[in-house]
C-alpha cells in the first residue's frame, strides 16, 4: 500500500481523472493513477505523456516500445546509482561526511 492514498474519483466528477479513464478505456484507472491523481496536474502531465508515447506519435510500435524500456532502464539505474551522487552535491553538509537534506 502507497503512502499515499488511492483517489479513484466516481466518472463524470473529476475532469482529470476522466481523460485517464478515456486513455485506458475498458481497463479504467490503476493504482497508479489513482495515487498520481492525489495531485491532479501531474496526473494530467502523465496521462498526456504516456499518451503520446503510445499512440499520437508516428513511431512504430517496436520503437516506442524500445523507448518505454530504456526508460524503465534509466529510471532504475539513476534509482540505484544516481540519486545518492546527486543528493551528495545538493545536501548541505552535516557533521563531518554525514550528509542531511
Known sequence: M???PYQF??????????????RRGAR????????????PSVAD??????????????????????MVNIASLLRHTMSSSFRPG?????CAPHRSSEYQC
Not at 474519483?9 to 478515456?22: L, N, Q, S
Not at 502531465?45 to 524500445?66: A, F, M, Y
Not at 546527486?86 to 545538493?90: C, E, P
Open 28 to 39: 479504467g484507472l490503476t493504482p497508479l493513477d489513482a495515487t498520481l491523481l492525489n495531485a
Open 45 to 66: 502531465g502523465w496521462n498526456k505523456l504516456i499518451g503520446t508515447l503510445r499512440s499520437q506519435n508516428s513511431l512504430p510500435g517496436d520503437i516506442r516500445e524500445l
Open 86 to 90: 546527486l543528493r551528495i552535491h545538493l
Open 9 to 22: 474519483p466516481p466518472p463524470g466528477e473529476d475532469p482529470v481523472a476522466d481523460r485517464v479513464r478515456e
Open 2 to 4: 502507497p503512502r499515499v
